[in-house]
């Protein structure tokens, strides 16, 4: 006969493995994402002449990304190569399309090899990536097999491939790029003035986040009044569909009392929040004031 001590152990053995197997859950539902190392590893391990096109590729992306810092300097001085032509006839016009033209033939060519190089190494980065998903597979016992969806393993592995092929391939070779284009404007800027150069970066952070959170309300506000009116709608709909027991139980009164109260909700929701999309709104605006005036004043002009 089990005694209250046997019964009070039990209830703290099931608590305890209650416990973990929440625990267990909790671990389990947070997957652990792979490092950029890991990432890269299959495109890495294809062979040495993937690895060459993952370097020739990175000069390409390099190459691309310093074009905007080049048409940025270009347009600095073609303004004045412009206004010399009066004088000079069109030469200094004849020299600065030519110029353009020799910029857009090198961004062309390093597009191209960006383009080129990142997408054969993702190719082979996904082929190799299906084959260790497969090899993973085959290694499993047969246990494995009996509490997951094979069907749906399966079914995982083309949808994965291909959003690792356009993440390592496309979106790499532009991060790549973007990030070149971002210190060659840094260095640009700081070079032709470094008190416009100062002035623009304090107030960017102003711009880029008042802008996001406008943009963010508006979405937001559409996406919450249409939940809203979604449940007015099914008021109504229940209300005329079911026409002849509200009539019957004398219930009209009471269902548009309901209706109104759930089109006041979105009405309450889309003008719960007009203050801050306006709020940032200003302050976006005032923000590019500020810019333009901070220059003007640095600049003399």
Known sequence: MATPDDVENVKDVAMTESTHSTSNKKKKAQPQLASFGETMSFVWNCGPKVRLLVFIGTL?????????????????????????????????????????????????????????CFEICAYHGSQAFRLAWFRALLRQDPAFFDVRD????????????????RGVGRKFGEGIQFFTTGVGGLAFAFFSSWRVALVILAIIPFVAGSAFATVYYNQNKGRLAAASYKSAGSVAYSSVSAIRTVLSLNA???????????????FEIATRILWKIGFFNGTFREALRTTQFSIKQLTGK
């Open 60 to 116: 390409g992306g390099m190459a691309n990304g310093c074009v905007y810092p080049i048409l940025a300097y270009l347009f600095s001085s073609a303004f004045a190569d412009i206004s010399s032509a009066e004088s000079e006839g069109l030469k200094q016009v004849r020299e600065l399309a030519y110029t353009f033209m020799i910029v857009g033939t090198y961004a062309l060519v390093a597009a191209t090899i960006q383009g080129w």
């Open 150 to 165: 094979v069907g749906g393993l399966a079914a995982q592995i083309g949808p994965n491939a291909t959003k690792y092929r």
């Open 252 to 266: 009209i009164p009471s269902m548009v009392e309901r209706y109104r109260e759930a089109t006041a909700e979105a």
